[in-house]
């Protein structure tokens, strides 16, 4: 199965004083307005948690450089064609997950700069994210990271300054009482115990955990306190064979559900793999073919998919299909959580590939649980023109 779609399009949010006083407008997260579609409305009750994800971590401002030809080359001036601007690091999923529909609360630091204000509002006013658990930290600078995309892979620089205690408190997630929430994300640190995970699993929170690369080399799952909390452990292909010692992402998926309940292990081109040990299912599905013009995000996005599935309570399979098919929406677009898509990307996607004479009728049937999800609502045109990271200009100032 295959989709594709050319990026163009920006959304104006801050406006900044360009050369010779002109204002430019930097292309900003989309923002939603009116009713969103609930994926979790024929579940909810009055004695549900307030919240159905729960997130804390480390907000960048993310500066994304677009329309560049090669990598930048040592002792020259490169130009880029656009540029845009977006909250990035834990932002990134907990876009990703407002905009599947799901009340999402952010526990983070932001600095008391220009770059947090910006931050703060994207995401609470553009979004719809509670951020009532952050806090605003006096005399802190948003960390920022450059990202220069090209070749359907991008090169990345950040800077942050040492956080003051109150920073480092809200980047830890060291909160002693987490709000109520049907599920986290917890990013697991190899040899650090977040107490706020098991708090949050005493809560009843269902935890999924994400990981990232060893800089220890150690490779040891036992490094990895918080892992007993977690109801689905969610590593990549090469991540999952190093903490388990297998040479095959699936038999890494199956030594994995020792420690979790449900194990998935992404395998880049070639789709995911997960087990599910409680029910004994297993589940494989292949990526979806598109032009891919940034990967960055992706990972969180295949994430935010995969909790949607989770607490809407669908077929292991559906859940796996619909994370991999909102990963592949998003590298179709620049930046990370300007790329998350929603709803309406869902709904266009599957109105499109159903109109194609050529598709594979089984990778349609793959699919198919899609047709009674996407609400009519959503049917927009294919490709949707939207948070692609550009320049335009306004008025004068």
Known sequence: MTASSTPTGKGPDRQDQGPGGREYIVGAPHAHFGPQFDPLAGLRATADPPWDVYLTGTVFLDIIFTGLDSAPVRGTESWARGMGSSPGGVANMATALARLGLRTALAAA???????????????????????PSRTVPGWHSPVTVSMAYEGER??????????????????????????????????????????????ARLGTRIFGDVGWDETGAWDLAALPDLEHCEAFLPNAEEAMRYTGTDCPRAAARALTAFVPIAVVTLGAEGAYAVDRRTGETAEVPAIAVEALDPTGAGDVFVAGFVTGTLAGWPLADRLAFAGLTAALSVQEFG????????????????????????????????????????????????????VPTIGFGRSA
């Not at 932001?110 to 009532?132: K, V």
């Not at 599920?183 to 640190?189: E, F, G, H, N, T």
Request: proline share 10%.
């Open 110 to 132: 932001f600095g008391d700069d220009h770059y947090g204000e910006y931050c703060w509002d994207a995401l609470e006013q553009g979004e719809g994210i509670d951020l009532s």
């Open 336 to 387: 990370g959580s300007l790329s998350a898509p929603g709803w309406s990307e869902v709904a266009a996607w599957w109105r499109k590939v159903q109109s194609v004479d050529t598709q594979d009728p089984a990778a349609l049937r793959r699919y198919a649980f899609l047709g009674d999800l996407v609400p009519e609502t959503c049917a927009e045109p294919w490709p949707r023109r939207r948070a």
């Open 155 to 200: 090169t990345m620089v950040s800077h942050g300054h040492e956080p003051p205690p109150d920073a480092e408190f809200m980047q830890e997630g060291a909160l002693a009482c987490p709000p109520r929430a049907r599920a986290a994300v917890a990013s697991l640190i190899p040899g650090r115990r977040s107490p706020w995970i098991a708090e949050a």
